[in-house]
């Protein structure tokens, strides 16, 4: 336009804009799909208030010229809000930027296209967002390290609204509800003991559990052979044979016994003999009395 030619600086301002590579700025979900989603790869960076501070813009930058092949954009979450993407990613703060890279699985928004566009998404976690982390990023999803999580439908620009704040949070709580129900689960085989209260299925979902933990902490460890449990068997039994053996008393020992027993009986003479003795003792006692 004749308007950029008025100056010097104007001329090369305007060439400056149209030459150098910059991201892409997303404000309604056709500018989201034609933009980003219909790339290979697209990285979209979530401002979280309409001004992005200055570390977050020399970010974009760079990466913007270290991978030209990869479409960047910036989207302001302070007014907009992006429908079924929100809960994949850390929870919105006012002034906090987040970012997340789109990776294209199949299909295309275009009527041409035999089947429909599906994406997959990797994000940074937490609120981590900067150059460093960004870049790490980036570069394991282009050298196919980076593991992306598929979604099954498709994120759309909407005006940020309380409604889909409390939408969003109540998606966050199912979703932590189901990943604490799985990880019980996974902790207590029968699902329903998770702790040993002494019953017959708490001892048993306590010894899984420590047996599951020394198997994790112990990484060369491996099971045993139905021959080697033979042999512990074995073993375990001798062992209680030989305890057995030393509480019992040997033939000799009980024949003794008997006959010392035998002997003491006939010092102490018959039944009728022990009768008359006392009834001799009776008498005398008697006559001291009279």
């Known amino acids: ?13 305007a060439l400056k804009n149209l030459l150098e590579p910059k991201a892409e700025k997303i404000e309604t979900t056709q500018d989201l799909r034609g933009k980003c989603l219909e790339k290979d790869m697209c990285g979209l960076l979530l401002k979280g208030s309409k001004i992005s501070p200055k570390y977050v813009k020399d970010a974009m930058a760079k990466l913007v010229v270290e991978h030209p092949k990869i479409t960047f954009a910036a989207v302001d979450t302070s007014v907009l ?4 993407l929100e809960e994949h990613l850390p929870e919105y703060e006012s002034g906090v930027p987040r970012f997340v890279m789109f990776q294209k699985v199949s299909g295309s928004t275009s009527k041409e296209s035999s089947g429909r566009l599906k994406t ?9 967002v900067g150059y460093g982390p960004m870049s790490n990023l980036v570069a394991s999803i282009v050298s196919n390290k980076q593991e992306m999580k598929k979604i099954s439908i498709l994120p759309s620009i909407k ?11 109540a ?12 990880e019980e689960k996974t902790s207590t085989p029968g699902g329903a003991f998770h702790d040993n209260d002494g019953s017959r ?11 599951a933990e020394h198997r994790a902490n112990n990484p060369n460890f491996r099971e045993k052979t139905p021959e ?4 512990m068997e074995r073993q375990r039994r001798q062992r209680m044979e030989e305890e057995a053996s030393k509480w019992n008393m040997a033939p000799e020992d009980a024949d003794g016994a008997s006959g010392d027993y035998m002997d003491d009986m006939d010092d102490m003479g018959t039944v009728e003999e022990m009768d008359a003795d006392a009834e001799v003792e009776e008498d005398e006692d008697v006559m001291d009395l009279d």
């Open 171 to 182: 998606k966050r709580e199912r979703k932590q509800n189901q990943q604490r129900r799985a």
């Open 201 to 211: 299925e708490g001892r048993k979902a306590e010894r899984e559990r420590r047996r």
């Open 1 to 13: 336009p004749a308007k950029h030619l008025k100056t010097g600086s104007m001329l090369v301002k």
């Open 81 to 84: 809000y992006v429908l079924n």
């Open 228 to 231: 080697e449990m033979a042999e």
């Open 159 to 169: 005006t940020r609204t309380k409604k889909l704040v409390e939408q969003e949070r």
């Open 120 to 128: 997959s998404i990797a994000t940074l976690p937490g609120t981590s």
